[in-house]
């Protein structure tokens, strides 16, 4: 047997992004009264184009301390970054340097998982940003579960779009926006035998950049925190039935342009079997997600983000219903699922129907009743 104590590698990336918006019967009258000081002119076509190609030139070295345990090493590498963008205005260059470095360490006996890794932007458009990451998983016992705790810290550049450079950059001054900030501390604790995992995610961000009215660039220059606790539980209803339930609590703590619902919920009740065949893996069931009423992002489409808004309510109808049938015969895989059946409702005037949409933002429904299949069949010689 071969145990490798040193490895080299060399890694090429080449990325290309596009991104275009579009109208060519553009109404004035829309773009005047949510665009007043970015599209004010008459207009009857509007486009907006940018093209991104990046070339990512990275190089590492790894270096395994124990040659039996390839889950334990230290890494260290290099990336040297190329990127040339196509703007409204012009072409752009730009170009980064990043170090990053990285330890894992998981046990062979499985007791204790330690991942920690970093980066950091040393020159170039980005310089100064940088994430640092650190968790341990430690196994208490055989009884008692896994206990996970993490820690990490982001400090990054805004998106391009808070560039006055940028093609979708609809501001008439000029704003030089500081790096964000985003301190996320979390801890885990699952029990296997019990099917029952608790988390608790806590951060802490500073400089916040956002959307506002449609094309508004802001940035939030106080800390605000956002609190988040969850709960994943499987409940053995049969002998093949299972209830599968996620629960969300979150809540942003101060005047943070958060929005969140206050409460998020995800369950799945299926068969999980084999139906009597031996070679037959299915699960099968219904599956429902609820969200309590909360104030949702606006959607600009000009800039194909979300943005704050403060005013309108969304709310559902009925959680929404899917009915799903996944299942595997040895290397074939298969899903078959229909979305959306809370739609479904008859009405005097035009009949039954999958109309009764739930709204996930203002002016935006979910689509009625859906369809979905896929296959995965993998052939080996």
């Given amino acids: 047997m071969f145990y490798p104590r040193l490895r080299f590698q060399h890694t090429l990336n080449w990325d290309q992004q596009r991104y275009v918006y579009q109208d060519y019967i553009g109404d004035s009258s829309y773009y ?25 030139n990275d190089f590492s070295i790894y270096q395994f301390p124990d040659a039996k345990n390839l889950h334990q090493f230290i890494k260290v590498g290099i990336n040297f970054q190329l990127i040339n963008g196509e703007l409204s205005s012009g072409s752009e260059s730009f170009v980064n340097t990043i170090g990053h470095a990285e330890y894992r360490n998981k046990s062979r006996n499985q007791k204790w998982d330690i991942e920690a890794n970093a980066k950091l932007f040393f020159t170039g458009f980005n310089k100064g940003d940088f994430d640092a990451h650190i968790s341990l998983e430690s196994l208490i016992g055989k009884k008692l579960g896994y206990l996970k705790a993490g820690f990490e810290n982001v400090n990054r550049t805004p998106p391009f779009i808070f560039d006055s450079r940028s093609s979708f950059y609809l501001l008439k001054s000029t704003i030089n926006f500081k790096k964000e900030n985003t301190t996320h501390i979390f801890v885990s604790y699952s029990l296997p035998s019990y099917k029952l995992r608790i988390s608790g995610h806590y951060y802490l961000v500073t400089n916040y950049s956002y959307l506002a009215n449609y094309y508004q660039l802001k940035q939030e220059s106080t800390v605000f925190n956002v609190l988040q606790v969850a709960l994943h539980k499987t409940f053995k209803v049969g002998k093949r039935w299972n209830w599968h339930t996620d629960i969300y609590l979150q809540q942003p703590i101060g005047d943070a342009p958060v929005n969140l619902p206050l409460i998020y919920t995800r369950n799945r009740f299926a068969y999980e079997g084999n139906l009597g065949f031996k070679n037959l893996d299915i699960a099968m069931g219904l599956e ?17 983000r979300f943005f704050y808004q403060d005013t ?37 005037d035009s009949g039954f129907g999958f109309t009764g949409n739930n709204m996930v933002a203002p002016g935006y429904a979910m689509p009625g009743l859906q369809f979905r299949a896929g296959i995965y069949w993998g052939f080996v010689n």
């Fill in 288 to 304: 429902a997600r609820y969200r309590s009423a909360y104030k949702a992002d606006g959607y600009a489409p000009v800039l194909g």
């Fill in 32 to 56: 005047k009264k949510y665009f007043d000081t970015a599209l004010h002119k008459p207009l009857d076509t509007l486009i907006l184009r940018e093209n991104w190609k990046i070339i990512s």
């Fill in 312 to 348: 309108i309510t969304v709310k559902n109808k009925l959680p929404d219903i899917s009915a799903y049938v996944h299942f595997r015969i040895r290397p074939f895989k298969a899903f078959i699922r229909f979305e959306n059946l809370n739609t479904a409702q008859f009405k005097s």
